[in-house]
């Protein structure tokens, strides 16, 4: 049975951090591309990260660049984000996905693979 199971969201003030994890289970981590989603109250999926697991290329939406940075660890089958200098704009429920592509989705279904999210919310 294929599982992504996200863990990590929770309450953060402005400027803090936190690390999400993704522990996949089920199937090969480097035969696909793995993602990093968001999805907002009332807005739609919005593409935060991507990574190409055969060789760690990694990229970022411009909101978030230069302050999330994603990795994997291979051996544990897990993926890692990890959000510094957190601002408000960045609450949403935060899922992990699984593509066969490159290409980021609209939504969720599109993906390969794809986990239940973790609630991340920015407030002082």
């Known amino acids: 049975e294929v599982q992504l199971v996200e863990s990590g969201g929770g309450l953060v003030q402005p400027g803090g951090s936190l690390r999400l994890s993704c522990a996949a289970s089920?199937?090969?981590?480097?035969?696909?591309?793995m993602f990093w989603v968001r999805q907002a109250p009332g807005k739609g999926l919005e593409w935060v990260s991507r990574?190409?697991?055969?060789?760690?290329?990694?990229y970022y939406a411009d909101s978030v660049k230069g302050r999330f940075t994603v990795s994997q660890d291979n051996a544990k089958n897990t993926l890692y984000l990890q959000m510094n200098s957190l601002k408000p704009e960045d609450t949403a429920r935060y899922y992990c996905?699984?593509?066969?592509?490159?290409?980021?989705?609209?939504?969720?279904?599109?993906?390969?693979?794809w986990g239940q999210g973790t609630q991340v919310t920015v407030s002082s």
């Open positions: 089920g199937f090969t981590f480097s035969s696909y591309w």
């Open positions: 996905a699984a593509g066969r592509y490159w290409i980021p989705y609209s939504a969720l279904s599109s993906y390969k693979y």
């Open positions: 990574l190409n697991s055969d060789d760690d290329t990694t």
